[in-house]
């Protein structure tokens, strides 16, 4: 979800109105992909190096966070939506943290769309932590090293159990992947918009998906 700061400056306002506006412009996203029976969406919100912002900036977007935890809860309740998250969420605040938790517990059962937020994600810090776990298994003797496969690996990310995406929507017309998902992008299509995020609507939603409908999914192949 980037593009946030640019969309204030050019407003003449302040970085975090563009992240007040972006969290805004979640509430269509999630609809439009209930409407268009998209059954996983993972957003961006917080990267494990944006904790290197100015300190207002950073507090500002965990108040954020906190309200819209606040502010959602009972809309995620009622559209069926069922909320994750992945990342260091230990690096959250107290209170914040708490709160996500509650609000992933109460939605635990919905079936409508699974809403996974990333969070001090860092998709390198992902990969390291599996590769510990798969370390530590190994030693304790229960993972023999050979029988390691790709699943393996599958299996130790925050995202085990989940598929792989099919869409990467990029906002704000960067090509980058800045860190996100690595290992499960491999075969993702990527579609690149030049929409700031807090512009981003349901139609640059639905014109991606149909961008996407129309890619020819190879996998390597001819
Ligand atoms: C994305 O908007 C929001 C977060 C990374 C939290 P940016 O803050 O990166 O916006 P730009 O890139 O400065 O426009
Ligand atoms: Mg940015």
Redesign the pocket.
């Known amino acids: ?6 969309w204030a400056r050019e407003r003449g306002l302040p ?1 975090i109105e ?2 007040r506006r ?1 969290s805004e412009a979640v509430r269509a996203c999630t609809a439009g992909c209930i409407e268009a029976g998209v059954k996983n969406l993972t957003l961006y ?2 990267s494990k190096e ?1 904790w290197q912002r100015p300190a207002d900036e950073v507090q500002a ?1 965990m108040g954020l966070l906190d309200r819209f935890l606040v502010e959602r809860t009972a809309e995620i309740l009622e559209q069926n939506i069922r909320l994750r998250a992945i990342g260091h969420l230990q690096d959250l605040p107290e209170k914040g943290r708490r709160r996500l938790e509650d609000t992933i517990a109460k939605s635990a059962g919905n079936t409508a769309l699974n809403l996974t937020l990333a969070l001090s994600y860092s998709s390198r810090a992902e990969i390291t932590d599996a590769a510990r776990a798969i370390a530590r298994a190994a030693r304790d003797g229960t993972l023999d090293p050979e029988t390691i496969t790709e699943d393996t690996v599958s299996s130790h990310l925050y995202t085990a159990g989940e598929p792989d995406p099919d869409l990467l929507i990029r906002t ?1 017309g960067e090509m980058r992947i800045s860190n996100f998902l690595l290992w499960q992008l491999s075969y993702t299509e990527i579609v690149v918009t030049p929409k700031l ?1 807090p512009e981003f609507t349901k139609d640059d939603l639905f014109a991606a998906v149909r961008e996407y409908a129309g890619r020819h999914r190879r996998y390597g192949g001819i």
Request: hydrophobic share 30%; aromatic share 12%.
């Open positions: 979800m980037d593009g946030n700061g640019r970085r563009g992240h972006g919100a917080f944006n977007l704000s995020w």
